[in-house]
């Protein structure tokens, strides 16, 4: 089975950094979009960014200037460099990646465990 794994969260004061990555596990043939989530306490889950196969990208508004997404193909991994952090950006992040495995016939979309970021004022 496909696994992803998250890691790079943690507690951190306002203005500073993170970096989370996601890595993918797995008979995985092809990588297709790969993104970031984040659901806040009271919140619905959004989109933060997406990455597609082709390295385009798209961000929510909130975050554009701050947060960067890559992906690292021979790594089966995808990041998300997190600048000048504020205490808003405070929720779970949760990595979905649409993948191409060696169990089905299809591409299928997996989900992160999801990490906690917080940013402290």
């Known amino acids: 089975q496909v696994q992803l794994v998250e890691s790079g969260g943690g507690l951190v004061q306002a203005g500073e950094s993170l970096r989370l990555s996601c890595a993918v596990s797995?008979?995985?043939?092809?990588?297709?979009?790969m993104g970031w989530y984040r659901q806040a306490p009271g919140k619905q889950r959004e989109l933060v960014a997406a990455?597609?196969?082709?390295?385009?990208?798209n961000y929510t508004d909130s975050v554009k200037g701050r947060f960067t997404i890559s992906r690292d193909n021979a790594k089966n991994t995808v990041y998300l460099q997190m600048n000048s952090l504020q205490p808003e950006d405070t929720a779970v992040y949760y990595c979905?990646?649409?993948?191409?495995?060696?169990?089905?016939?299809?591409?299928?979309?997996?989900w992160g465990q999801g990490t906690q970021v917080t940013v402290s004022s």
């Open positions: 990455i597609t196969s082709t390295s385009s990208t």
């Open positions: 979905n990646v649409n993948v191409k495995s060696g169990s089905f016939f299809r591409p299928r979309d997996y």
């Open positions: 797995g008979i995985i043939f092809r990588l297709n979009v």
